[in-house]
């Protein structure tokens, strides 16, 4: 790994920037969690990508532009903007898609931007806010707890759980 002045840079071509990320410790840590991809660009938590930029979480993808927490989707190609989506495979081309295939309920988001959304899949419930998916109201409360305990982003998180929570045990 290549440390310069304003970004890092992987032996693979990966490139992340400390102002995107916030500082230089968080562009290394996303940098560290590629896994087997090339040319990326601010991405984070990818597998098996090239080409794409401000992605997170997306599978043997090409050419995506700022997706994020997609779940599961592989070998999509050109897609911009998709936020939430499932199990997608082979999409191509797509623009500004939203929790395809498995219905959602949006939340609130935190003071930093960050929403939270619930999403069902197969009957099961899992809480997304950001670049975290958590199978559980509990996982996600102590997640937030061990990392933003006692400050202001630990409190709103805490909070939009606790709504999206009582929302989910509301009779369809």
């Not at 032996?11 to 400390?18: A, H, L, Y």
């Not at 929403?115 to 109201?137: D, P, Q, V």
Request: glycine share 8%; aromatic share 6%.
């Amino acid at each position: 790994m290549q440390v310069h002045e304003d970004h890092v840079v992987d032996i693979d071509g990966n490139v992340c920037t400390f102002e995107y990320f916030g500082t230089k410790e968080a562009a290394i840590d996303a940098l560290n969690s590629l896994r087997n991809c090339r040319g990326l660009q601010n991405c984070q938590d990818c597998r098996d990508c090239q080409d794409c930029l401000d992605c997170q979480g997306l599978q043997n993808c090409q050419d995506c532009r700022d997706c994020q927490d997609c779940l599961d989707c592989q070998d999509c190609r050109g897609l911009q903007n998709c936020r939430y989506c499932l199990d997608c495979q082979d999409c191509r081309g797509l623009q500004n898609c939203r929790d395809c295939q498995n219905p959602s309920i949006t939340g609130l988001s935190r003071s930093d931007g960050y929403t939270f959304y619930l999403t069902n899949i197969e009957g099961k419930t899992y809480i997304k806010a950001g670049c975290r998916t958590f199978s559980s109201f509990t996982e996600a409360r102590k997640h937030w707890k061990e990392t933003r305990g006692g400050t202001k982003l630990g409190i709103e998180s805490l909070g939009i759980l606790d709504i999206l929570e009582a929302v989910s045990k509301l009779p369809e």
